[in-house]
């Protein structure tokens, strides 16, 4: 089905109930887009101002189409949604003004707004419209981007935003690891059932002296230089990237006396180093489930650096 | 929602940049730490960078302080670590000068009687290998261009802020980053050549005038300006 089909269905099933006529929808389509080429966007603006006028569609009938974050799946798409906004971020570049993470009842999105969308900021935890908002992909990453043409309108109402820990959404992050955390290297956890809390000075946070047992991970910070991920690597990741898994890293402790040893061998390989790593990216954590370091084909991007400084 | 404190992004900026900034900066509100606005617009309190570790003195009494200096493709940094820093502190006395490093670090402005400048106080620093230096230089320069695209454009408070202190010509700092693309771009195609020298060692007699070819391809996009 081409465009114009596939648009003016969507049309007709907006209306349908008005009465407006299918063959007129798709002449009209067909005019504005292939004859004046009009963006798609002011094609359907225009449409709907025309089957109000002319059908006396109520406005306040008109049902605004929402879309659900969790079936936002390509870039390039306008939509509306309902959201509340779960984190902002510093913003990294004078050409935005607030960026973050926004989320409904399906899911949670990136966002940001453009300085140039010369918009009221928004706040944490309040719930919004944003309406034609377009979607982008940054580095495998999909964002809904606040551009002028969009409009932000501050809810009564609160959105619910969907459990964090329900997120299956995989994240891609490549980044420089800039920071690896003292409770990281071999830790003990407490054995207590279902607890698991990582053991300081003998103790457990909850069940204080305790049973426990040896685990293996990594809590450190991933830079992208545009914004930082408190990211935790398991004992598979650990053992992917180094080598060391809980056998070898009991061994490296045992013969050093010191517990300590394993993260001092940690920091030595790992500090400094690009990695890529695909995982859940909760708003405090970034989980990771796959991990390698970052080899990306250095030529090519040389080139086409070079190419853009050439273009001025 | 529980409001996490927010760390401050390491910034990836060549030490020409760096090294040329004299102005510090705070936000609003007290707990704001200190910013260094570089003659691009970029304001940071944190940095990454790989270098090459070109300097290691001791300066302080009883080796308390260690000053270096770090090489980049555009000029050197210069960073003091202290007994305060002990991740830091440790690992440097590790290392040996003409080594590669990555290094993370507060930058701070220091006022001298005739002049300021930039310093590196280093929170970690680990040997680095090649890869990710060249992976570093790209990064660096991809940022450095956005940077010098935004000061074109002349929007945001930090560029024009910048554009008045340093009255910044973009295209010094436009040369800056095609020079260090171009040093890393020599050494992939030296080491191309070096295969396909390898190559015909083992195949005896190669494509010969292909080869010569390819080489004066790539020796003419080196001198491409
Ligand atoms: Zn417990």
């Excluded at chain 1, 709907?48 to 870039?75: S, W």
């Excluded at chain 1, 995989?170 to 690896?180: M, N, R």
């Excluded at chain 2, 956005?146 to 910048?162: D, P, S, T, Y």
């Amino acid at each position: 089905m081409d465009k114009v089909e596939s648009l003016a269905n969507e049309i007709y099933e907006k209306y349908k109930d008005y009465g407006v006529d299918r063959k007129e929808i798709v002449e009209k389509l067909k005019k504005l887009l292939l004859e004046f080429k009009v963006p798609e966007s002011e094609a359907i603006r225009t449409m709907n101002n025309y089957i109000i006028r002319e059908y006396k569609v109520p406005r306040e009938e008109l049902k605004e189409q929402f879309t659900k974050i969790g079936d936002i799946k390509e870039a390039g798409k306008w939509v509306s949604v309902k959201a509340k906004v779960v984190q902002l971020w510093e913003s990294g570049s004078p050409s935005i003004a607030q960026t973050g993470l926004i989320g409904d009842e399906t899911g949670v999105i990136r966002f940001l707004i453009w300085a140039k969308a010369n918009k009221q900021p928004v706040v944490e935890g309040k719930s919004y419209i944003f309406r034609n908002v377009v979607v982008d992909d940054y580095g495998n990453v999909l964002r809904l981007n606040v551009t002028r043409i969009s409009e932000i309108e501050e809810l009564k109402e609160d959105i619910a935003v969907k459990p964090i820990e329900d997120l299956r959404e995989d994240t891609e992050v490549v980044g420089a690891l800039v920071a690896i955390q003292q409770n990281s290297g071999l830790i003990q956890r407490c054995g207590e059932e279902g607890c698991n809390r990582v053991i300081k000075s003998g103790k457990c946070p909850v069940h204080g002296k305790t049973k426990w047992y040896d685990d293996l991970r990594i809590k450190g910070v991933l830079d992208d230089g545009e914004r930082t991920y408190e990211v935790i690597i398991n004992e598979e990741g650990v053992k992917e990237l180094t080598g060391i898994d809980i056998e070898k890293a009991k061994k490296m402790a045992e013969e050093n006396y010191d517990r300590g040893a394993v993260l001092e061998e940690l920091k030595k390989l790992l500090l400094g180093k690009y990695l890529k790593v695909v995982g859940s990216l909760t708003p405090r954590y970034l989980v990771a489930k796959q991990v390698e370091f970052y080899r990306p084909d250095i030529k090519n991007e040389i080139n086409e650096l070079l190419a853009e400084l050439e273009e001025g | 929602m529980t409001v996490f404190m927010k760390r401050e992004v390491a910034r990836r900026v060549f030490a020409k940049e760096l090294m040329d900034s004299t102005y510090a900066m705070r936000d609003e509100g007290e707990k704001s730490p200190v910013y260094i606005l570089t003659p691009l617009g970029l304001k940071c309190n944190r940095v990454f960078i790989i270098g090459a570790l070109t300097e290691k003195t001791d300066v302080g009494e009883d080796s308390s302080i260690y000053r270096i200096r770090i090489t980049d493709q555009t000029g050197s940094f210069v960073g003091y670590i202290g007994r305060f820093q002990p991740e830091a502190y440790d690992a440097i006395a590790e290392i040996d000068v003409l080594n590669l490093v990555a290094v993370t670090a507060k930058v701070r402005l220091f006022e001298g009687e005739t002049r300021k400048f930039v310093s590196l106080r280093p929170e970690s620093i680990s040997i680095a290998d090649a890869e990710s230096r060249d992976y570093w230089v790209v990064e660096t320069a991809k940022a450095t261009i956005q940077r010098i695209r935004e000061m074109e454009r002349g929007e945001g408070e930090n560029v024009k802020l910048a554009r008045e202190i340093y009255g910044t010509d973009v295209e010094e700092y436009r040369k800056a980053v095609k020079e260090a693309l171009l040093r890393l771009k020599e050494e992939y195609t030296v080491e191309e050549e070096e295969e396909i020298v390898e190559e015909e060692e083992i195949e005896e007699e190669g494509d010969i005038d292909f080869d010569i070819e390819e080489e004066e391809i790539d020796l003419t996009e080196l001198l491409e300006d």
